[in-house]
């Protein structure tokens, strides 16, 4: 009576344990985890693009600038000659040349002056490229926040679940023998967790195949008795 009393704590045991591993699994492959990777990738290619972003807008603002100080400077330039030019007093060897200096300085400003337009033009492109992708990465890092407090949640609910039954499990273990609990170790991880099994109507409970009378009273010879067919332990019904 003993033994039958062990192989039952050894079953109580293995519905435990099975409990544990399927809480297991499901806390590593809840549904919103799969949502969350996806959410966090896309988080993490929004953040690359507003870097990438981000670094050539400093190098517009740079060149901006650049193009800027050029141009003020031509016009600085540009202005002192015409007044030279229009003051009078210049040979005409001199009005020839300052003249077609003035007029190299203007088409240049005129030059720097598209350039300058053009920098600002993608500027603005890029300002306004900036304000779509910050709004489309906070809603998406507002979406990944959403999902990481509905895993949070799961998890604690299934970490509190788990410790229940690993109290009731440190419970069981002393009751049971060593011997039977070293087999039983032994054999759950060439079969998916699943050591013990209760043997009813002559099926076995783990492989879920008849053993025949001849190959129940084999089994039952032994201890702990063990299917025939998969080596589980059987607890009889």
């Known amino acids: 009576m003993e033994e039958i009393s062990s192989l039952e704590d050894l079953l109580d045991l293995q519905a435990l344990d099975s409990g544990i591993d399927r809480l297991l699994d499901r806390r ?50 540009a202005h002192r000659e015409e007044q030279r030019l229009y003051a009078g007093g210049l040979s005409a060897r001199d009005t020839e040349h300052l003249r077609a200096e003035v007029e190299m300085l203007r088409r240049r400003i005129s030059q720097r002056e598209d350039e300058l337009f053009a920098i600002l033009e993608e500027k603005d492109e890029l300002e306004a490229a900036e304000s779509i992708l910050v709004g489309e990465r906070d809603a998406v890092a507002a979406e990944k926040g959403r ?7 799961s998890w604690s609910e299934i970490d509190a679940e788990v410790a229940r039954l690993e109290t009731r499990k440190s419970e069981i273990v002393p009751l049971i023998d060593p011997e039977l609990i070293e087999l039983y170790e032994e054999i759950r991880p060439p079969k998916e967790g699943v050591a013990v099994a209760r043997l009813g109507e002559g099926v076995c409970g783990g492989c879920h195949l008849t053993l025949s009378a001849a ?21 009889p019904q």
């Open 28 to 77: 590593t492959n809840l549904p919103e985890l799969e949502a969350f990777r996806a959410a966090h990738e896309e988080l993490a290619g929004y953040e690359q693009e507003l870097s990438q972003l981000t670094a050539r807008m400093r190098e517009i603002d740079l060149a901006s600038d650049k193009s800027d100080g050029e141009l003020k400077l031509d016009e600085a330039k």
């Open 147 to 153: 999902i990481e407090e509905v895993v949070s949640t």
């Open 215 to 235: 190959e129940q009273v084999q089994s039952a010879r032994r201890f702990p008795p063990r299917c025939i067919h998969c080596r589980r332990i059987l607890v």
